[in-house]
C-alpha cells in the first residue's frame, strides 16, 4: 500500500480514538473505552490519575456517576473534540493534542452549562494493528 494512503488511513483511525471516547463516556458505554486505550494506558484527568484499562474504566464510572445528577443514565455532559493535531512518530508511535470543550447537560443551580476547557495530550500506539491511546493528559485551560 502506498505510504501517503497508509498515513492517511493512519490518522483518520487516531483521530476517531478522541471522538469514540467522547461518545462512550458521555453515553456511559464505559465497557467500550478497551476500543480507545491500550490495557497499560494510563490517563491523567481532572478526577485523577489512572493506570491500566479497568482503573480506567473504574475512574470515568465514577465520574459518570458524580455528573449524572439528575439519574438520566446517559449524556450528563457532552465532551467537544476540536482542532486535533496528529504526528506519526514511528511506523507504530504517534503523537498528538487536541481541544477539550467540555459541557454539562445536567440540571444545576448556575445555568452556564461550560464546564471546563482543556487540552488533551496524548501518545498512541499500533498494537496488533490497532492504534491505541498509551497516555494521556488534560490540561485545564479554563474552569467554571
Given at each position: 500500500?502506498?505510504?501517503?494512503?497508509?498515513?492517511?488511513?493512519?490518522?483518520?483511525?487516531?483521530r476517531n480514538l478522541?471522538?469514540?471516547?467522547?461518545?462512550h463516556?458521555?453515553?456511559?458505554?464505559?465497557?467500550?473505552?478497551?476500543?480507545?486505550?491500550s490495557?497499560?494506558?494510563?490517563?491523567?484527568?481532572?478526577?485523577?490519575k489512572m493506570e491500566g484499562i479497568e482503573a480506567i474504566k473504574k475512574g470515568l464510572?465514577?465520574?459518570?456517576?458524580?455528573f449524572d445528577r439528575d439519574h438520566k443514565k446517559h449524556y450528563p455532559f457532552m465532551h467537544v473534540i476540536a482542532n486535533h493535531i496528529i504526528?506519526?512518530?514511528?511506523p507504530e508511535t504517534a503523537e498528538g493534542k487536541c481541544y477539550l470543550i467540555d459541557?454539562?447537560?445536567?440540571?444545576?443551580?448556575?445555568?452556564?452549562?461550560?464546564l471546563l476547557l482543556g487540552l488533551y495530550k496524548?501518545?498512541?500506539?499500533?498494537?496488533?494493528?490497532?492504534?491505541?491511546?498509551?497516555?494521556?493528559v488534560l490540561d485545564v485551560t479554563w474552569d467554571n
Open positions: 500500500m502506498d505510504n501517503q494512503f497508509q498515513k492517511i488511513l493512519d490518522l483518520n483511525e487516531i478522541r471522538y469514540h471516547y467522547a461518545h463516556l458521555d453515553g456511559n458505554n464505559i465497557d467500550e473505552m478497551g476500543q480507545v486505550f490495557d497499560d494506558a494510563v490517563v491523567e484527568v481532572t478526577v485523577g464510572r465514577d465520574a459518570y456517576v458524580l504526528d506519526i512518530t514511528g459541557f454539562e447537560t445536567a440540571q444545576k443551580e448556575e445555568k452556564n452549562p461550560l496524548d501518545q498512541y500506539k499500533k498494537i496488533d494493528g490497532v492504534w491505541k491511546i498509551t497516555h494521556t
